[in-house]
């Protein structure tokens, strides 16, 4: 009895795997068919070929602007502000007086220096006819003249100190916000008002020492700034720093832009871009056909039509793994893995695969259309 229970179970099971079996292999192969018959998916997308272009040989870089004359105003003497002479944001010369301090207590010094002097030349003078005469020595002459030295050197200390009381523009420039109010004490070495010369521009910048040998003085860079959309400032170089610094391997750079209209500013973040006068011819292609992912950089290079292939489609594609160079505005340098002449994608390429079959728009894909152009 058990051995025919046995059996029976045995049976069962042999039938129930079997059964499980045949069902998976018939629901692979429908499987199969069903895709075997779907329509060939074709994909809309733009394309362009390989262009061979001459590029201008440059060096990039990022620079910071400063103006050939800068200073903060301040007086080399303490005082109180007895008169300011100069509005925030002026144009001034070289000489126009800014702050005159206080200097009534000098004045008085000065006062008192000048009857000493006076007192000095006339007893220099009657020690001189005592000498003449016998009835002076010549050691009372000396030191009566001495004093008259005396004299003079504290007259010319105590109008030193005046002159500094008045405080003058050190070049022509224009002039920042006032930092200081009348009647207040000021120290020596506080600022009174930013002062800067706008007509020339310095631009400094660092580049790579490899690069060190495309640099010469007099070599012409281009300068633009996102305060200045499409406008580009045209200077040249005036300075190579002797030493590389041996932490980055960066050299610093100094470059002079003329700024008539003012439109340069110290403190501005710019990119500079040194010319050189020789060119190099490089394959490009546009950014936007590039696609970037772990296993490499590639485009979507267009080739022939399979055998077969459903009305509508005009090539397939071949996904090709490039190496990419310089980046110049919308396009970027091929080192390898192109030709010239070879069509590739530039937009569309987002469902794009080996071998997937594109038809070639006219006219650019927007990102709406490019998302739903497989039909």
Same mark, same amino acid.
């Given at each position: ?25 018939? +629901? ?9 018959? $779907?329509?060939?998916?074709? !994909? ?7 262009? =061979? ?20 105003? #301040?007086?080399?003497? &303490? ?8 509005? #925030? ?9 800014? !702050? ?6 000098? @004045? ?11 007192? %000095? ?38 109008? /030193? ?45 660092? !580049? ?43 050299? +610093?750079?100094?470059? +002079? ?15 500079? @871009? ?14 936007? #056909?590039?696609?970037?992912? $772990?296993?490499?950089? /590639?485009?979507?290079? *267009? ?8 009305? &509508?489609?005009? %090539? ?14 919308? +396009? ?14 530039? #937009? ?8 997937? *079959? ?16 497989? =039909?």
């Amino acid at each position: 009895m058990n051995l025919k229970r046995m059996a029976i179970m045995v049976v069962g099971g042999t039938v129930l795997f079997g059964g499980v079996i045949g069902f998976t292999q018939f +629901r692979q192969k429908m499987i199969a068919e069903y895709f075997a018959n $779907l329509p060939v998916q074709v !994909v809309t997308v733009t394309a362009e070929p390989v262009a =061979r272009e001459s590029w201008r040989v440059s060096v990039p870089a990022v620079g910071t602007l400063r103006a050939r004359s800068g200073v903060d105003v #301040s007086p080399s003497v &303490g005082g109180q502000v007895q008169a300011i002479l100069f509005d #925030s944001g002026r144009m001034v010369r070289k000489g126009d007086v800014l !702050v005159q301090l206080d200097a009534d207590e000098e @004045e008085s010094q000065l006062a008192s220096a000048r009857a000493t002097a006076n007192l %000095a030349h006339i007893t220099a003078s009657r020690a001189q006819r005592l000498a003449q005469t016998a009835a002076g020595t010549r050691a009372n002459l000396d030191e009566a003249n001495a004093q008259v030295g005396v004299a003079e050197a504290n007259i010319k200390e105590i109008q /030193a100190r005046i002159a500094k009381k008045t405080i003058r523009a050190p070049f022509s420039g224009r002039l920042g916000v006032r930092q200081v109010d009348l009647g207040a004490y000021v120290n020596a070495g506080q600022t009174l008002v930013n002062l800067q010369d706008l007509s020339v521009i310095m631009a400094d910048f660092t !580049v790579s020492q490899r690069d060190l040998a495309l640099l010469s003085v007099g070599a012409g860079v281009e300068l633009t700034t996102d305060s200045w959309p499409g406008r580009t400032f045209m200077g040249t170089i005036t300075a190579i720093a002797p030493q590389i610094d041996a932490n980055t391997g960066m050299v +610093r750079v100094e470059a +002079r832009f003329d700024n008539p209209d003012d439109a340069l500013r110290p403190g501005m973040l710019t990119h500079v @871009e040194v010319i050189r006068p020789e060119s190099q011819t490089v394959l490009s292609v546009p950014v936007s #056909s590039v696609t970037y992912s $772990l296993s490499g950089d /590639a485009v979507f290079v *267009l080739g022939p039509l399979p055998e077969g292939a459903p009305a &509508g489609a005009e %090539a397939a594609v071949e996904r090709v793994v490039v190496a990419l160079g310089e980046r110049r505005g919308d +396009r970027v340098a091929v080192a390898s893995g192109l030709e010239d002449g070879q069509r590739i994608v530039t #937009s569309g390429q987002m469902k794009l695969q080996n071998g997937s *079959l594109v038809t070639i728009a006219d006219v650019p894909l927007s990102a709406a259309a490019a998302a739903g152009a497989a =039909r």
